[in-house]
Structures are given as structure tokens and as C-alpha cells.
């Protein structure tokens, strides 16, 4: 079929958390979520990412002009000319978040002009895909976390969660290893337990910390130093038992290729809406196979669900609090993580999501 892309637009909603979050390194209350719709033949596709207001004005100003007159089907023909485009403002950070929005919309207008999933249009290696309960921020008493825990865990029969550890930069071990400890008694001997330092540890005391806490059977530890220090990563993967893991920050395939061929990982984390869309999480995951390492979905749950099932070394989907909630309140369509896995939609073509610009509309922060 013949179709060209007609026009783009580019809105940022900043939504309330429902309470303080904070990890090892940064604190928050409230996310932004970056919408991109693209347009052609009577068809809508959507992307989204997370981060910046100004990621939409970056998608407006630079990257619409660039795709638009474009083959709709031509996907990566768009995507390579959006990261041409940008070479003087860079492709990480924030224009890599708006072109990663743009790639995911366009991904999805491909399928809908199709009509078929986008798992299918990718093509379906898994039928559903596990996901593991992500929250329990440092900012949470014990209490709340406890709640969060085991709504995963008995209400959703989720059965792996991860918990921020690493307050102030890792300057309170005794807090974190308590509630590490806290969250192996609430969710019980089966499930397991995933810890996230964002980075706040040094490596000699991310060691240390990975050795106390083998006592509860803890078995990923997510950036337990910096993501950028792959030398500290590899020093702590060779001496912890539970799996190392990064990546959440790529944005292309040199960075992913780097942490790979350092082995600083053993589980490589892509994140759809920061590395470059679908197109550059297709290629990172089949990077991350050529070291024999399997990957797993950073955030946006939602977003990830598709091109996780069409990815044949895929470990598992983040089931990120923050997210799933926007997601839920959002979106028509969103998944049911419940018995641990989701399905993406076949009854629906794309990525099976449509944006609520109603229900958004009071969280819009610029035109």
C-alpha cells in the first residue's frame, strides 16, 4: 500500500505521584510523559516517552519536518534520517527520548495501516512475557512498602519484585539491609527479590552490601555502582552471586555494545522510550545476544509488551509502579500483569493502546 506520514504532534502531560518516591540518587514527585501521534490515511500511531517537556517542542521543531512526506511503512528509513538530523544536537538525552517517541509512534501507524499487532508485525517469539513489580521506593516506611509488596505478590501472583535501595548515595547501609530484609519477610521464601541502587554505591561497599544481603536470597542488583563506571560493574559482577545489571540509560548501540563487550552486565536492561524506539531495541537486543546475554524492558511496561514478545532473548518486563499507574489512567488498552506475565493484544492492531487526550487534558503542560 502507498502512504506517507501527514503530520505529527508532539504534547507533554506532568502527572502527581500518588506519593514522595526516591531512590538511591534522585528524588521526585511527579513524571512527565511525552505523547508523539503521527498521522496517515485516516490512521493514527502513538509513542511516548518519559522525560523532559521540551522532549515534545525537540519533536515539533526538529523531528516532525524530518519524518513527514515520508513512506509510513519505511520505518527505519525514518528512523535513520531523525538521527542524521540531529547530529549537531546530539542523540542522547533528550533528543534521543523524542526521537525514540517518534519511532514508536511510527511503529505503530505501520501496524495499524496493516492492520495487524505489532508483535506480529515484529514477529511473535513469545506468547506472554514475565514481568517482575517495581517500586518500593527509599521514601516509603515499611508499612507502605509492605503493601506495595504483597499486592504484587498475593493480589497479582506476581513472582519477582525489586525494591530502590542506596539512600543518600549509600550513606544509610543499616536502612537499606532492613529493608531488604523487610521485603523477604513480607513476600516470603519463593518469590524473588531484586534490589535497584541507581548507582549510589561505590564499588568496595556495593560488594560488601551484595554479600549482606545474600542472606535473603537477593538475586539482581541493578546498578550497583555508576552506569558509566563499567570497570565497577564488571569489579562487583565477579565477586556478588546475584546477577549485575545496567543499561537503562543507552541510546544507541555503541553504549550497549561497550557494556557488553566489558562485561559489566549479566542481564542487559534497553528502554524503548530513551535508546531510540523499537528500531534501536531490535538492534540492542540482538547485540546483547551476540554476547550470550539475555535483556530485560526498562519501565513503560505498557510500551515494551510488543516488542518484548517478538524478542527471543528476553528475561523479563519491568513493572514499574509509576509507569503503570500514568499507563492505566492514560491509555485504553493497558495489560493485566496478573499471574506474573502480560499478553500483548492480538484482538487490536499496533501496540493496542489509545491515548485518552480527555482524560490528559488536565495534566497538559504546554500546547
Known amino acids: 500500500m502507498d502512504a506517507v506520514v501527514e503530520s505529527v504532534d508532539a504534547h507533554a502531560y506532568t502527572i502527581p505521584t500518588d506519593a514522595p518516591e526516591a531512590d538511591g540518587t534522585a528524588e521526585w514527585a511527579a513524571t512527565t510523559l511525552v505523547v508523539v501521534r503521527v498521522h496517515s490515511a485516516g490512521q493514527v500511531g502513538t509513542g511516548w516517552t518519559y522525560g523532559a517537556a521540551g522532549c515534545a517542542a525537540l519533536v515539533r521543531e526538529q523531528l516532525a519536518r524530518v519524518v513527514t512526506g515520508r513512506d509510513a511503512l519505511a520505518v527505519p528509513g525514518s528512523w535513520e534520517a531523525m538521527v542524521r538530523a540531529v547530529r549537531n544536537a546530539t542523540r542522547a538525552g533528550a533528543v534521543g527520548y523524542a526521537i525514540s517517541a517518534v519511532d514508536v509512534a511510527l511503529w505503530d501507524l505501520k501496524a495499524r495501516l ?11 517469539v513469545h506468547d506472554s512475557v514475565p514481568v517482575y513489580g517495581s517500586g518500593g521506593f ?5 508499612e507502605r512498602m509492605t503493601a506495595q509488596l504483597t499486592g504484587w505478590t498475593q493480589d497479582q501472583r506476581i513472582p519477582r519484585v525489586k525494591i530502590k535501595i542506596g539512600q543518600s548515595w549509600g550513606g544509610d547501609e543499616p536502612r537499606d539491609l532492613a529493608r531488604v530484609a523487610s521485603a523477604r519477610a513480607a513476600v516470603g521464601p519463593d518469590v524473588e527479590l531484586f534490589v535497584d541502587a541507581n548507582g549510589g554505591y561505590q564499588r568496595k561497599q556495593a560488594i560488601r552490601l551484595a554479600r549482606a544481603m545474600a542472606e535473603f536470597d537477593v538475586r539482581w542488583f541493578e546498578e550497583p555502582v555508576s552506569s558509566d563506571d563499567l570497570d565497577g560493574l564488571r569489579e562487583v559482577r ?3 552471586v546475584a546477577d549485575v545489571t545496567a543499561g537503562e540509560y543507552g541510546t544507541d548501540i555503541a553504549y550497549f555494545h561497550r557494556m557488553c563487550a566489558h562485561q559489566a552486565v549479566d542481564c542487559l536492561q534497553i528502554d524503548a522510550t530513551r535508546c531510540g524506539g523499537y528500531t534501536e531495541w531490535l538492534r540492542a537486543a540482538a547485540v546483547a545476544a551476540g554476547f550470550g546475554l ?11 509488551a510488543h516488542v518484548a514478545a517478538a524478542t527471543p532473548n528476553l528475561r523479563h518486563l519491568e513493572w514499574f509502579h509509576d509507569h503503570v499507574r500514568i499507563e492505566s489512567m492514560l491509555f485504553d488498552g493497558a495489560l493485566d500483569p496478573t499471574g506474573g506475565t502480560v499478553r500483548p493484544r492480538q484482538d487490536r492492531p499496533g501496540h493496542g493502546l489509545v491515548f485518552d487526550t480527555g482524560a490528559a487534558a488536565r495534566y497538559l503542560v504546554e500546547p
Open 114 to 124: 496493516l492492520n495487524v499487532p505489532l508483535a506480529g508485525l515484529f514477529g511473535v
Open 138 to 142: 527509599t521514601t516509603y516506611d515499611d
Open 238 to 240: 565477579d565477586q556478588v
Open 294 to 304: 539475555s535483556v530485560s524492558g526498562h519501565c513503560a511496561p505498557n510500551l515494551h
